[in-house]
């Protein structure tokens, strides 16, 4: 029987408690072998039962946000064509969320469509919550809309009750005594605003929610040939970025491309909000590659991620021309962007993370106090000195939230001529995670490090 939840708040801890799951993750896989032993009879497959699932992104953000969330999904039994995120003006939606309601209404009438499902189940972040709040309580398609909503999972943003079943998740290192009356409330210890979507331990929660059962695994590595897929966006408006062309490149561990040709050459025709879609390709688990976004007359930007552990459906390469022309164009020098959808901490002691550039730590108290809630890093020779001043934040880029920027000089040339090392030491345990790329100059190109907000499976 499905462990029952009431109503009421209460604190969750680490997926696996006992030995339980291990042993019972054994016995399955034996019963696996026997079933699929010669002189067996495979039963067919019986069509998945639970309802598709939207994600909805905060401010500032993206569908990115639910890309790990979505591989623990597909590595409990979820099939790919059960999801969608939907990329939406952020900036816009604060004032007018017309655009984004009609995008939710497309995405929702696609899964239906796709899946074969009456109702879908969402799940909504930080300002997507409140996107979503007046998605179904407001204007004359509420009622229609509410029917069309199994389950909803409001995570850390607003506490009114939307009308639908509702699982309130609130980080735990956010602001205290926040409750969602009717809903069922659960605070996820330690973790702050974005962690606590992205994290393993909200995944229970929400997989429990929505199915009224406990996940069997947290994401399942696999092995050989995996696909990739993705968008290209205009940041932060995350219009498709037509005209665009998205190489991809396999390099070795120096961030060196490995061939004269890229793996794969995708034109970006799509310009329209959350358009921008490219892919699948196969790749290989395991391996490294580099996304190059080409698109004349701006520099071309370089995408590194840490190896695939599993298919990927869910990658964002975010390209904003306004950032690149302030944090760019600096002769002699590498800009880059460091990103992690988990908050870098520099002010935690034991638990604050280590970002290191050529073996300069840059996640300091000063720029990436736990307040600042910092989730991509820009560092750049912002007074165009070659010098690295650690001693205050940028004036511009540490005005927007979970942004930083930091005056760091990185020797840069066209064409490259030495590496960059970027390493993540995370929460002060290991093991120290490195990434290197070619030296890219940012007159003509830009860095993105793109790591993992989950530690390797």
């Known amino acids: 029987m499905p462990r029952m939840r009431r109503q009421g708040s209460r604190q969750v801890g680490e997926m696996h408690k006992t ?19 010669p002189g067996a009879v495979a039963k067919p497959k019986p069509a998945f039962k639970q309802n598709p699932i939207l994600f909805v992104h905060g401010i500032e953000g993206s569908g990115a946000q639910f890309e790990s969330q979505k591989m623990r999904f597909m590595s409990n039994g979820y099939p790919r064509a059960w ?15 017309s655009e984004v309601h009609h995008q939710i ?37 509420a009622a229609e809309r509410k029917s069309n909503v199994g389950r909803y999972v409001n995570v850390d943003g607003q506490e009114e009750h939307p009308g639908v079943p509702t699982l309130a998740v609130w980080a735990g290192r956010g602001e205290p005594g926040r409750h969602m009356e009717g809903a069922e409330n659960v605070t996820i210890p330690n973790q702050t605003h974005v962690e606590a979507c992205t994290s393993a331990e909200a995944f229970v929660e ?37 005209g665009a062309t998205v190489e ?31 892919g699948p390709v196969t790749v290989e688990a395991g391996r490294r590659y580099e996304f190059a976004l080409v698109r004349a007359p701006t520099p071309t930007l370089h995408v590194y991620y840490e190896p695939f552990v599993r298919s990927d459906y869910t990658l964002r390469l975010l390209k904003s021309d306004a950032i690149e022309a302030y944090a760019g164009l600096r002769p002699g020098s590498q800009s880059a962007v460091n ?8 002010d935690q002691g034991g638990e604050s993370d280590q970002l290191l550039i050529n073996g300069l730590n840059v996640c300091t108290p000063t720029l990436c106090p736990i307040s600042k809630q910092v989730n991509a890093m820009f560092t750049f020779d912002r007074n165009r000195d070659q010098q690295t001043d650690l001693s205050t934040p940028d004036p511009v880029l540490g005005r927007l939230p979970f942004i930083q920027g930091a005056d760091v000089f990185i020797p840069g040339s066209t064409p490259p001529d030495r590496v ?7 929460r002060g345990v290991g093991p120290v995670r490195t990434l290197k790329t070619p030296n890219w100059e940012s007159t003509n190109d830009g860095t993105i490090i793109q790591w993992n907000d989950f530690e390797q499976p």
């Open 19 to 37: 030995g339980a799951f291990r042993f019972f993750a054994a016995a399955v896989a034996a019963l696996c072998v026997l079933l699929t032993a």
């Open 83 to 97: 999801f969608d995120e939907v990329d939406y003006n952020s900036t816009r939606a604060v004032a007018d969320k």
């Open 105 to 141: 209404d497309a995405a929702i009438a696609g899964l239906q469509q796709r899946t074969g499902k009456r109702r879908v189940d969402v799940i909504a972040h930080s300002l997507g919550t409140r996107v979503m709040h007046d998605y179904l309580t407001t204007g004359p398609t």
């Open 206 to 242: 929400y997989f429990e929610f929505l199915t009224r059962r406990r996940p069997a695994n947290d994401i399942v590595p696999q092995t050989g040939p995996i696909e990739i897929a993705g968008k290209a966006l205009n940041f932060p408006e995350n219009r498709g970025m037509a």
């Open 248 to 278: 991809i490149w396999e390099v070795d561990d120096n961030g060196s491309r490995t061939s004269a040709a890229p793996l794969a050459s995708i034109p970006i025709t799509d310009g329209s909000q959350g358009g921008g879609a490219w």
């Open 339 to 346: 990103i992690r959808y988990k908050e870098l901490w520099g």
């Open 420 to 426: 960059t090392s970027f390493q993540l030491l995370s």
